[in-house]
Nanobody
Framework: QAQLAESGGGLVRTGGSLSVSCAASGTIIQINHAAWYRQVPGKGRELVAD???????KYADSVKGRFTISRDNAENTVTLQMNSLKPEDTAVYYCYAEGYYNAPEGLNSFGSWGPGTQVTVSS
């Protein structure tokens, strides 16, 4: 199995920058797909950025040109660089990853969420 943990959240002023990272641990063979989501109270979880195993990226319209998702396959980490932050970016940011891990019975697949990290953008 794989466990994900986000880090880097915090408080930042409008127009500032922040980077959140997702570290995967466990007997991971490969992360095939990874994404960053965010959620505010009373709202559904929103897909912010997505990256494939080939490195192809997609972004929500609301963050295009401001956010960048990247991955380090050797370290099993996924990072979201957030620039020109706005108050509406305030949310709990979650990492999601899918891939393969080495289970006792053999190779198996996983899909895991991190516990989330709070990002707050002040006016």
């Amino acid at each position: 199995q794989a466990q994900l943990a986000e880090s880097g959240g915090g408080l930042v002023r409008t127009g500032g920058s922040l980077s959140v990272s997702c570290a995967a641990s466990g007997t991971i063979i490969q992360i095939n797909h990874a994404a960053w989501y965010r959620q505010v109270p009373g709202k559904g979880r929103e897909l912010v950025a997505d990256i494939t195993s080939a490195g192809t990226t997609k972004y929500a319209d609301s963050v295009k040109g401001r956010f960048t998702i990247s991955r380090d396959n050797a370290e099993n980490t996924v990072t979201l660089q957030m620039n020109s932050l706005k108050p509406e970016d305030t949310a709990v940011y979650y990492c999601y990853a899918e891939g393969y891990y080495n289970a006792p019975e053999g190779l198996n697949s996983f899909g895991s969420w991190g516990p989330g990290t709070q990002v707050t953008v002040s006016s």
